[in-house]
Every structure is written in C-alpha cells, then in structure tokens.
C-alpha cells in the first residue's frame, strides 16, 4: 500500500512570493504522483503529474514539483504566487496500475495581498 | 462539454433513509471512482470500478454500495446512512484503467446525516 503525508496544513504567503508545498510518500513499489488544486466550492483539478523521466515537472499556472526518489518527495513550488492561487492543494499517489489512489490530507494556501 | 456530474449536489437526510447519489461522464471513459473528502483527513477512496460491471473497494468502503451497469453512470447507494458518513463526496473518471492518465473531478454532493 501507499501513503501520502504533506507536512503542512496551511501555509500563509505574501502575493508575489515564492512558496513551496512539501509532499512525502511511502511506496513498496514504483508510483505515479500527482498534484491537484481544489478552489473553494469546487472540485479538484490536476497541476502536474510525475510518470516517469525528468524528476523536474512542470505544470499549469506556472507551478513545478521536484520528483526526489532517495527523499521519497515530491514538493510542490511556485516562485511568485497570486492572490488567485488561494486554494487547498493536494499531493497523491498510485500504483503503476492506477486502480486505486491515495491522497495527502491537504494544504490550505492563503496569499495574502 | 466533457464533464462529470453529480446529482444532487447538496442533501440533507436522516439516518437510515436509504439514498443514492448518482455520478455520469460524458467522455466514453472506463475507469470510475468515488471519494469521500473530511477535514484533516484529505481525500479517501471508497470504490472504484475498471469498467462495466467490474468493481472494487478502496480505502474505506464500508456503509456503502456501488453498481455499474452501464459506462457513463456509477451510482454511490447508502443503503442505510449513518451520521459518520455526512462527507463531501467526489466522483471521478478517466479514459484508460492505467495511472498514467489523469482523473477528473465532479463538482461534489454535499451530504448530511443528522
């Protein structure tokens, strides 16, 4: 089985700030990661995803995740975020065959102006 | 539109009323699942399925039903709700039944048990 832990519950950040979001995951086996946003009152959509390759991915938003396979990592960064990026992110996992998924327990960015 | 849509999408019940939520896709996709979203604890996935009439349980899938008879629908039955299952439910599809592709969400179904 896998798991996912993200160190922090919130995190609070300047407009035009960078910002990095930690995510460690535990895995007997080789795994896919992913990144996802949820906006309030929405449902969550996916910034960037980590197959295979270079361990420096880049997503929507002009945010990138770094792939540590040593650290078992993969954070989230952004070098200047906007009030618009106020949002609960969430790192997850799964196993090559996808079938099922687990998430982190979320991390609640707030820029503040 | 490609879109998963989940109806209702707000809904109050009392304990022990049986209820279904239901989940559709539009996109022709294979995989489905459902979630349950709880402050502190992130999402935790209830039941998948790989494609018609196949499916299975995730993490935590106790007090709840799944059926899917067809593609596009993936119905999640409560057959008899506790307070402990009042969740933010998310349904979710994508094309092929390999991690390499990306899920997409519902707009959630916002469930009470009092």
């Known amino acids: 089985a896998q798991s996912v832990t993200q160190l922090d519950s919130q995190v609070p950040v300047f407009e035009e700030a960078p910002v990095e979001l930690r995510c460690n995951y535990s895995s007997s086996v080789s795994v896919y990661l992913f990144w996802y946003v949820q906006y309030p009152n929405q449902g969550l959509q996916l910034l960037l995803k980590y197959l295979s390759g270079s361990t420096l991915v880049k997503g929507i938003n002009g945010f990138e995740a770094e792939f540590n396979k040593s650290q078992t990592s993969f954070h989230l960064r952004k070098p200047s975020v906007h009030i618009s990026d106020t949002a609960e992110y969430f790192c997850a996992v799964s196993d090559k065959a996808g079938n099922q998924f687990y998430f982190g327990t979320g991390t609640s960015l707030t820029v503040i102006p | 539109e490609a879109q998963v849509t989940q109806n209702p999408r707000y809904l109050i019940t009392v304990t022990g009323k049986k209820l279904t939520v239901t989940c559709s896709q539009n996109?022709?996709?294979?995989?489905m699942s459902w979630y349950r979203q709880d402050p502190g604890l992130g999402l935790r996935q209830i039941y998948y399925?790989?494609?018609?009439?196949?499916?299975d349980k995730g993490d935590v899938p106790e007090g709840y039903k799944v059926s899917r008879k067809e593609k596009r629908n993936f119905p999640l039955i409560l057959e008899s709700p506790s307070p402990n299952q009042t969740s933010l439910y998310f349904c979710?599809?994508?094309?092929?039944?390999?991690?390499?592709?990306?899920?997409?969400f519902g707009p959630g179904t916002r469930l009470t048990v009092t």
């Open positions: 979710a599809s994508r094309p092929g039944t390999s991690g390499l592709y990306e899920q997409y």
């Open positions: 996109m022709n996709h294979e995989y």
């Open positions: 399925s790989m494609n018609v009439e196949v499916t």
